[in-house]
Nanobody
Framework: QVQLVESGGDNVQPGGSLRLSCTAS????????MGWYRQVPGKRRELVAS???????SYADFVKGRLTISRDDAKNAVYLQMNSLKPEDTAVYYC????????WGQGTQVTVSS
């Protein structure tokens, strides 16, 4: 059974930074393109960043230049470095595949507020 575990969310002030982590049991990330998604209440979950198995990255326009996705296949982990955070970045953040999806984890809450 695949279990995705996200961590690193917190309450931060606008302009602050966070680093989110995602690890998993039951699946090896190295063969998969991975992504970070976010969801706010009442809205659909949206993809904010993705990274291929070959480390090519892609970002949603609204996070370009502020978020950086990376992966460490030796640790079976995917990361999201978040800089210059804005109140509109407040959401629950999830990781999952982008071509194949497993059951969603619990996510990690990011709250940006002064």
């Amino acid at each position: 059974q695949v279990q995705l575990v996200e961590s690193g969310g917190d309450n931060v002030q606008p302009g602050g930074s966070l680093r989110l982590s995602c690890t998993a049991s039951g699946v090896l990330f190295r063969f998969n393109a991975m992504g970070w998604y976010r969801q706010v209440p009442g809205k659909r979950r949206e993809l904010v960043a993705s990274i291929s198995s070959g480390n090519s990255t892609s970002y949603a326009d609204f996070v370009k230049g502020r978020l950086t996705i990376s992966r460490d296949d030796a640790k079976n982990a995917v990361y999201l470095q978040m800089n210059s955070l804005k109140p509109e970045d407040t959401a629950v953040y999830y990781c999952n595949g982008v071509q194949y999806w497993w059951s969603w984890g619990q996510g990690t809450q990011v709250t940006v507020s002064s």
